[in-house]
């Protein structure tokens, strides 16, 4: 079974930076793109950064040249380094990925991991 677990988030003030982890564990085999989408109350859950096995990546206009997402592969791990929060960043952020475990490939999804910033 395959599970994601995501840690790093908190309360911060404006303009602060939070890192981000994410790690998969279980019967894993490879993982191709992974990613971390958000969601804000009362909102709809939105792709937030990308990055593929080959580590190209893809981000949110709104958080272009703020957050940098990576990925290390021997750790089946990726992460969010989120720079100069705004208010408007704060939501629940979920890593996803699509790995081939046991069962064939599938997408899985973390539990979340809520992200405040505020004054």
């Known amino acids: 079974q395959v599970q994601l677990v995501e840690s790093g988030g908190g309360l911060v003030q404006p303009g602060g930076s939070l890192r981000l982890s994410c790690e998969a564990s279980?019967?894993?085999?490879?993982?191709?793109?992974m990613g971390w989408y958000r969601q804000a109350r009362g909102k709809q859950r939105e792709l937030v950064a990308s990055?593929?096995?080959?580590?190209?990546?893809n981000y949110a206009d709104s958080v272009k040249g703020r957050f940098t997402i990576s990925r290390d592969n021997a750790k089946n791990t990726v992460y969010l380094q989120m720079n100069s929060l705004k208010p408007e960043d704060t939501a629940v952020y979920y890593c996803?990925?699509?790995?081939?475990?046991?069962?064939?490939?599938?997408?899985?999804w973390g539990q979340g991991t809520q992200v405040t910033v505020s004054s």
């Open positions: 990055i593929t096995s080959g580590s190209s990546t």
């Open positions: 279980g019967s894993i085999f490879n993982i191709r793109a």
């Open positions: 996803n990925a699509d790995i081939l475990g046991g069962l064939g490939y599938g997408r899985y």
